[in-house]
């Protein structure tokens, strides 16, 4: 059983910063990648940055690139997404994922997701 807990969300004015946790068990069956994603309201989940456990590639939307830093603790089976100067466009439920194989951006090639957790970003 894979089970994946994201923490960290909240309310932040613009400019400001948030760490976000995403604590994973069962991680030997879970894969070898990491993702994070959001979705805003009334639009489609799209992909923010992934990293592997082996190796500690990373991929970044472009949107995000400079301002966001996806990191891991492997003896904490715990994924991180430190997000900076946040805009009020970063507002969205974000959710980790993981999947078996490399790094990729697309959501569906992820089995296992967590319950997500809010940020909301003030203009």
């Known amino acids: 059983q894979v089970l994946l807990v994201e923490s960290g969300g909240g309310l932040v004015q613009a400019g400001g910063s948030l760490r976000l946790s995403c604590a994973i068990s069962?991680?030997?069956?879970?894969?070898?990648?990491m993702g994070w994603f959001r979705q805003a309201p009334g639009k489609e989940r799209e992909f923010v940055a992934a990293i592997t456990w082996s190796g500690g590639s990373t991929l970044y939307e472009d949107s995000v690139k400079g301002r966001f830093t996806i990191s891991k603790d492997n003896a904490k089976n715990t994924v991180y997404l430190r997000m900076n100067s946040l805009k009020p466009e970063d507002t969205a439920v974000y959710y980790c994922a993981a999947r078996a194989l490399g790094i990729r951006d697309v959501a569906a090639s992820y089995a296992y997701w967590g319950q997500g957790t809010q940020v909301t970003v003030s203009s």
């Open positions: 069962g991680r030997t069956s879970s894969g070898n990648t």
